[in-house]
């Protein structure tokens, strides 16, 4: 994706007392299931031409949407504002069987980006419902990823957003409830309103696997160890998105003596590095690389010249991009390919 402009020595290069650096989080920025989405809408944009139609923002990053809208994808809030017969993208937060059902009415050509490791989640919830459970849903009221979870099972899910909500839900049968969560919140948060709930309900059940996404956790991780030595976080990462509003928070919670989100480089102020030695560095998982490299330029500018990369995880997971595009793509090497932008063995998702 294009780089933004910025404008260099925009910063002071303000004195303090020690040696100015840069902590960079690793790993931060793009996970496989964010990666599968973007290249998704790219290859489909190449594949079948603009305009390609895109169900809420692909992922949560103003940068990545505005990029590819200015190739021909156009970003609508539900499926009734696609053209009939269109082709239209899922978001990789996930959908509803009622959106996918409202796509399939209009005749719609659907492209599920979904994360695989969403899917998971739904699949679950689709299980426990079937069993009769009731099914406590950690997660943010209003956002995609638990709408789509959500409806999946609706009458046999109560959505818990807090650890406080864990002390006043109700449920039916106290010894058929299980717990499942949104993939992109903060670890120790969930596990602060499982454990609330456990407290109430000691028959609660677990899901199968950890519902908390490997690159969430991965993220976390990291920036917990750059926290501790930092005098200022800066996480890249846009507003709406949740994993990286909570690298922010955990920053907080784990050392640094200020923490702050940014879209783009130009925003860091130039008071927040005032007395500062040492700057952490992180970015959400729905952001390109691309917009971290500005950043540490303009880090660069005010001073902050040398980086020390803090490495907690290796990362090399790739999700095969949806059957939908791999179907009509069939005998191209495009066909499974993303872009080369991540290496390491690939992992197909399920069909």
Request: aromatic residues 4%; hydrophobic residues 40%.
């Amino acid at each position: 994706m294009p780089r933004i402009p910025g404008v260099r020595n925009r910063l002071k290069d303000t004195p303090v007392t020690g040696e100015k650096k840069v902590l960079l989080a690793a790993p931060r920025g793009y996970c496989a299931g964010v990666d599968r989405a973007v290249v998704a809408v790219e290859k489909a944009l190449e594949h079948y031409g603009a305009p390609v139609y895109v169900r809420k923002q692909i992922v949560h990053n103003i940068h990545v949407v505005q990029t590819l809208e200015k190739r021909g994808a156009i970003f609508v809030e539900e499926v009734d504002e696609v053209p009939p017969g269109a082709h239209v993208v899922f978001s990789a937060h996930g959908v509803s069987p009622a959106v996918v059902q409202g796509a399939a009415d209009r005749g719609l050509q659907a492209i599920d980006a979904t994360c695989p490791l969403v899917t998971k989640v739904h699949r679950e919830a689709v299980r426990f419902a079937r069993d009769d459970f009731e099914i406590l849903l950690i997660g943010h009221e209003g956002h995609e990823e638990v709408e789509g979870t959500a409806g999946e099972a609706p009458e046999h899910t109560t959505l818990v957003g807090s650890p406080d909500e864990a002390d006043t839900v109700v449920v039916r049968d106290p010894d058929k409830v299980v717990w499942l969560s949104q993939t992109t919140l903060s670890v120790d948060e969930t596990m602060e309103t499982v454990n609330r709930l456990r407290a109430r309900f000691p028959n609660l059940q677990d899901p199968p696997s950890d519902d908390i996404c490997y690159a969430t956790q991965n993220r976390q991780v990291a920036i917990k160890k750059v926290a501790k030595n930092a005098d200022l976080v800066i996480v890249v990462g846009s507003a709406n998105s949740s994993n990286s509003v909570r690298l922010v928070e955990v920053a907080l919670e784990y050392g640094a003596k200020a923490a702050y989100r940014v879209d783009y480089a130009h925003e860091v102020k130039q008071e927040w590095l005032d007395g500062v030695n040492t700057v952490g560095v992180t970015s959400g998982a729905s952001v390109p690389e691309v917009l971290v490299q500005d950043l540490l330029d303009e880090l660069a500018g005010a001073g902050y010249g040398d980086i020390e990369t803090v490495i907690t995880a290796e990362e090399d997971l790739i999700f095969s991009l949806p059957k939908e595009l791999r179907k009509d793509m069939t005998g191209k090497n495009e066909a499974r390919a993303l872009g080369g932008r991540r290496s390491g063995a690939e992992q197909s998702d399920s069909e």
